[in-house]
């Protein structure tokens, strides 16, 4: 059973900064893709960012190109999102758990989130 903790959200005005984190088993983030993903309750839950296990290659969505930064710590078996210059549409409840892979295979999978808010 996968295991998955996100921490670090929290409520922030427009242009504020949060750092996410999310802890999982050692075998899970050294062999894998790994994402970050967002649901708010107006969208699916959509992938904004993801990293490779072996050179640390990264991936964003368009919508947070340039504000957001994926980044790993394979010792701590953790990975990260420095999100800055945040907008009100990036309020969502944010996951971490594998990429490239289809959803649906994630099932029952996910974390319980950490609630991004972004408001004035």
């Known amino acids: 059973q996968v295991q998955l903790v996100e921490s670090g959200g929290g409520s922030v005005p427009p242009g504020g900064s949060l750092r996410l984190s999310c802890s999982g088993s050692p075998n899970l983030f050294r062999r894998y893709i790994m994402g970050w993903y967002r649901q708010s309750p107006e969208k699916p839950r959509e992938l904004v960012a993801q990293?490779?296990?072996?050179?640390?290659?990264?991936n964003y969505a368009n919508s947070v190109k340039g504000r957001f930064t994926i980044s790993r710590d394979n010792a701590a078996s953790t990975i990260y999102l420095q999100m800055n210059s945040l907008k009100p549409e990036d309020t969502a409840v944010y996951y971490c758990?594998?990429?490239?892979?289809?959803?649906?295979?994630?099932?029952?999978?996910w974390g319980q989130g950490t609630q991004v808010t972004v408001s004035s």
């Open positions: 990293i490779f296990p072996d050179d640390s290659a990264t």
């Open positions: 758990n594998r990429a490239g892979v289809a959803l649906a295979s994630l099932s029952g999978s």
